[in-house]
């Protein structure tokens, strides 16, 4: 019997296997967006088991385990990591028609070579092999990146994060390259005084510079800045619930920065003020680096104050938000448009109902200068299964150019998600396939396969200003 995991997984057409098979499956990864621990590719580690690698800080599977009435002592808690791959092998049978059973059983497929579906009665031998196998040098994480093809990585810190493991994997001559990305968010994070001070204090600390005032705030970001960009970070990356964009002047802005200096709540108009003056603040610093400014958009973040709080945040607490985008977001980048200091920019939705307002809203900003300066991010968070995948595709494509896409990432927090790529692969030929078989496209594979290779890879080397070729190539 054919395994589920199989040479045309959800390819559907003949054109759709030719252009998959013979153009998308052999390019390498260049993965732009990741929350990947660094310190651990830079001391190349081994797992200790499949639970350590697999469900260690996943709250994607987290959450599909509560829904499944698991304890959360076998989720996160004192549970032993066999007893907690055990409930997760007893949930994924339950998974059906979620991205997470498609994403675990082509991760055992790619990594360890196993058909067999997972459930409870495979879980002990499926553990056993994995672990096995994970334990040994050969499966060490930099072998895990090498295995997938990798070739570019970008992971995120925040500014006051010590970028020495970047460094130390520089020096080691590592031929895959990883790369930070700056993620200031904590700088924004003005809602609540006392942890917004501390963040400042720490910012003070490893920048050097004494934040008595916004200007003060403003130089020690930008000195960060620059030693990211001298360690080779070429890229930003905001998670917002909206774009920040009301009017404001320095000195409303001062003020606000002076009360919230000294521990006091600012109102919700000096708030947004102070956001929106920050976001353009630091929005500026990119396109004088040349840096692309990704936005990710519409998280409606840590919703269960008591998970909250026992577990802090990224926890599988988060849902997709209805805020207001378009003015904001039309605003902020118009402001940046007018004054000549618009980046490259990256916008991701989380709501679905934005997904023709991000792909139309790229095209009032592109100004020719590069093929997609504007671009709309792939399918991201809950959307980046089948459905949000094509539907993210089929706005692009009848609303902007789909030609120039940069194309995927996996956003995961795990070493065995890249597989997400080949998912997303998959979809793009099965589309464009079926677009062949039904007369839409002409059967041009040189052409479409040209293409196809383009979006899995070949855009993103030429949209980032960051190193992609191999250094023995």
Excluded at 59 to 82: F, L, Q, V
Excluded at 87 to 93: G, S
Aim: glycine content about 6%.
């Amino acid at each position: 019997m054919r395994p589920f995991i199989h040479e045309d997984f959800l390819l559907e057409t003949k054109a759709a296997s030719r252009l998959y098979h013979e153009y998308a499956e052999k390019m390498p990864i260049y993965d732009y967006h990741c929350h990947l621990p660094v310190r651990l590719i830079a001391e190349d580690t081994c797992f200790e088991n499949l639970t350590q690698a697999w469900l260690k800080g996943d709250h994607y599977k987290w959450r599909a385990m509560r829904t499944n009435g698991i304890p959360e002592e076998r989720i996160t808690g004192s549970a032993s990591d066999w007893e907690k791959f055990s409930a997760w092998a007893a949930t994924v049978p339950y998974t059906l028609r979620n991205p997470l059973y498609h994403w675990t059983h082509l991760e055992l497929k790619r990594y360890f070579g196993i058909d067999r579906l997972l459930g409870p009665e495979t879980a002990e031998r499926i553990y056993e092999a994995c672990s096995d196998l994970l334990k040994t040098p050969e499966f060490s994480i930099r072998n895990l990146l090498r295995k997938m093809n990798v070739q570019v990585l970008c992971t995120t810190e925040d500014p006051l994060d010590s970028l020495e493991w970047h460094q130390r994997i520089q020096r080691d001559g590592f031929e895959i390259f990883v790369h930070t990305a700056w993620r200031p968010d904590k700088a924004l994070a003005a809602e609540n005084p006392a942890f917004s001070n501390q963040w400042l204090d720490g910012l003070q600390k490893v920048s050097g510079v004494e934040i008595r005032t916004y200007s003060n705030l403003l130089e020690a970001l930008q000195k960060r800045h620059d030693e990211f960009h001298a360690n080779g970070c070429r890229l930003s990356d905001y998670g917002l619930e909206t774009v920040y964009a009301a009017p404001y002047t320095l000195r409303e802005v001062e003020s606000a920065f002076l009360k919230l200096r000294a521990g006091q709540t600012l109102n919700d108009k000096e708030l947004l003020q102070y956001k929106s003056a920050l976001l353009y603040d630091m929005a500026v610093m990119d396109a004088r680096a040349g840096w692309v400014l990704q936005l990710h958009l519409g998280a409606l973040r840590n919703t269960n104050s008591k998970i909250m709080k026992r577990l802090g945040a990224d926890t599988g607490c988060d849902s997709i938000g209805d805020f207001e985008i378009a003015r904001p977001l039309a605003a902020f980048l118009d402001r940046l448009n007018r004054e000549d200091l618009l980046p490259r920019t990256i916008l991701y939705n989380l709501n679905p109902r934005d997904n023709e307002l991000m792909a139309t809203m790229i095209g009032n900003f592109q100004d020719g200068s590069c093929p997609g300066k504007l671009q709309y991010g792939s399918a991201w968070w809950f959307l980046d299964q089948k459905d949000g995948i094509e539907k993210q595709i089929e706005a692009l494509s009848n609303m902007g150019l789909l030609s120039r896409f940069v194309g995927m990432l996996t956003d995961s927090r795990s070493f065995l998600s890249f597989p997400r790529h080949e998912y997303f692969r998959r979809i793009l030929c099965n589309i464009l396939g079926s677009d062949v078989e039904k007369g839409l496209l002409p059967p041009d594979f040189d052409w479409l396969g040209r293409i196809v290779e383009d979006i899995c890879f070949r855009n993103a080397c030429r949209y980032f200003d960051m190193e992609c070729q191999r250094r023995d190539s």
